[in-house]
């Protein structure tokens, strides 16, 4: 069995991944460090952004 790619763990577990990523935003935002959550949210949006641009698009959505 071929070994997987970083891209391929990352997208089967992606789910997993942003839960991750709001959560320790959510823990930097209590620890009053805004900025740092808002790097980690925009972490967590551009791998969001990312896999929707890899779905294939419905015939009725542009």
């Given at each position: 069995?071929p070994?997987?790619?970083?891209?391929?763990?990352?997208?089967?577990?992606?789910?997993?991944?942003?839960?991750?990523?709001?959560?320790?935003a959510?823990?930097?935002?209590?620890?009053?460090?805004?900025?740092?959550?808002?790097?980690?949210r925009?972490?967590?949006?551009?791998?969001a952004?990312?896999?929707g641009?890899?779905?294939?698009?419905?015939?009725?959505?542009?």
């Amino acid at each position: 069995m071929p070994e997987e790619s970083v891209g391929e763990i990352a997208e089967l577990y992606l789910g997993n991944l942003l839960y991750a990523i709001e959560r320790c935003a959510l823990s930097l935002e209590s620890d009053e460090k805004p900025l740092d959550a808002a790097f980690y949210r925009g972490i967590g949006r551009k791998l969001a952004d990312a896999h929707g641009r890899t779905k294939p698009r419905s015939p009725d959505r542009p």
